[in-house]
């Protein structure tokens, strides 16, 4: 008697086809994102010259320091084709601040005049050498992580860290993560960015095992989720959920008191979430490598301007150079002010976003419902009740110049109907911008160029900046778009 042949579920088949494919679309972009031999020691050779001449220098100014390569160089978890090196310059505590002045004039020498100096919580200094770009940033030599004055005296215990627990491995399951989180634009912690930094992702496989394990955890991700490698928390996971009080929440393995998952934004998390799920359903090599996209025709971005039956009100302007967090943290803050005042005047703002070419222009996008009001606002007073606050409201319209009808009581609350100060928003904006836009809370960097060379278009106006600006053509391509490369 022949035995049973087990039946195999039509299911089963399916996901085996479905895993196969995977493993087929994760070797692929393992090979295109794993430096070649040939490029690991291009860049090594000019790791270990740059550093050697930095020492160099150091040594000229009798200044006692170390120079560390930190970062993804120095734990081997860095993509084919990337450039950026970190160069940290350890100096003793007992040195103080002062000694970071001294150790920037040597990474200037070491630059040849090619940098740019910035101060975040600290000063440092990036530089463009030999087609790399170079953060050189001082730092306090300590014995523990917890003992840092700043972020930055923590890498080197990253680093540590990172290196001693990554298998080889587990570095190319880093790789994946990082060209994963990449290819759906969330990927660094840089301001211009608020996503996921290196050093997250490498936490992420440590406490996950894998970049499949990852994307299936985070599939199921809810509101709050606390990751703690090191167990800093355990048995006090809800009061770890309070102190830090943000959407992901990744426990510091050297640093109790810090969340490495604070600088992901609430968007960038969702995309990660929704990007992990749609591949594991529909895998594809997109999510890795997305296509560019071409930007439209300057008739063609016209034409869906027009059928949207919207406004926009662009503000360009010219910016002075700036290191792109201080400059992206300027252009941020000064977006937000300005949707602020927007809205407090009764525009709606359907949608806003920015744009800069990081080098010398930037451009502001205000998608309204309509960029013209009403002649008229109706405008509530207080409740008769409030017998003060009646009698201060009736002084203060009964004389305006700008009272049309009114005042008079609906639902047991003064009413008026005035006539708008700004009817036009390029009007209003002309006017609150004309300080630069300092007093409605405008960045300083952003205050200057709108001082300067400050442009209000309206709508079709933006076509000549267009056309001539291919940067901006496919920002602003991307925006009509309104979809991420990835979604199909």
């Not at 880093?174 to 969330?186: D, N, P, Q, T, Y």
Request: aromatic share 10%; with cysteine.
């Amino acid at each position: 008697m022949c035995k049973a042949i087990p039946r195999v579920e039509a299911r089963d088949i399916s996901m085996c086809k479905l895993n196969y494919k995977i493993q087929k679309i994760c070797e692929e972009a393992l090979r295109k994102v794993t430096p070649s031999r040939e490029e690991e020691i291009k860049t090594l050779r000019f790791v270990k010259s740059l550093t050697d001449r930095l020492s160099l220098e150091l040594e000229k100014l009798d200044l006692e320091a170390e120079v560390h390569v930190e970062g993804s160089i120095a734990k081997n978890t860095w993509l084919a084709g990337e450039k950026d090196i970190d160069l940290f310059i350890l100096v003793p505590k007992e040195y103080g601040r002062k000694a970071f002045v001294k150790v920037l004039e040597a990474a200037k020498k070491v630059s040849r005049g090619s940098y740019l100096e910035a101060y975040a919580e600290h000063p440092y200094i990036q530089a463009e050498i030999e087609g790399f770009t170079i953060d050189f940033v001082p730092c306090f030599k300590l014995k523990r992580a917890e003992d840092a004055i700043s972020s930055v005296d923590r890498t080197p215990f990253h680093t540590i860290y990172v290196k001693e627990h990554l298998s080889p491995a587990d570095r190319n399951e880093v790789r994946l993560l990082k060209r994963f989180m990449r290819g759906i634009e969330a990927y660094g912690a840089e301001i211009k960015i608020g996503g996921f930094s290196g050093y997250l992702c490498e936490i992420l496989i440590m406490h996950y095992g894998s970049f499949l394990n990852v994307l299936k955890a985070a599939s199921n991700w809810h509101e709050k989720e606390l990751i703690d490698l090191e167990d800093h928390y355990k048995g006090e996971e809800e009061k770890a959920l309070r102190i830090f009080n943000q959407p992901l929440v990744v426990i510091d393995p050297v640093d109790k008191g810090r969340n490495v998952a604070s600088a992901v934004s609430k968007e960038k998390l969702a995309e990660f979430i929704a990007a992990s799920r749609l591949f594991l359903e529909d895998p594809r090599v997109d999510f890795f490598f997305p296509p560019e996209i071409e930007a439209f025709n300057t008739g063609r971005v016209l034409q869906i301007m027009n059928s949207k039956g919207t406004s926009f009100v662009f503000l360009k302007t010219g910016l002075a150079r700036a290191v792109p967090d201080v400059l992206w943290g300027q252009l941020y803050k000064s977006q937000k002010a300005l949707r602020g005042a927007i809205s407090r005047y009764d525009f709606k703002v359907l949608r806003d976003a920015v744009w800069s070419d990081e080098k010398t222009a930037a451009v502001f996008i205000f998608e309204l419902q309509s960029r013209l009001l009403p002649a008229v606002e109706k405008h509530l007073g207080p409740p008769v009740t409030k017998k003060q606050d009646c009698k201060r409201f009736l002084e203060k319209h009964l004389m305006s110049r700008l009272l049309i009808s009114g005042p008079r009581i609906e639902g047991g609350r003064w009413i008026v109907e005035r006539r708008r100060r700004y009817r036009e928003a390029s009007v209003l904006l002309k006017d609150i911008l004309r300080d630069g836009g300092k007093s409605i809370g405008v960045a300083k960097l952003v205050s200057e160029g709108f001082s300067s060379s400050l442009k209000i278009l309206v709508d079709d106006e933006i076509k000549d900046f267009y056309t001539k600006n291919p940067e901006f053509a496919s920002f602003f391509t991307r925006y009509l778009i309104g979809r991420p490369r990835w979604l199909r």
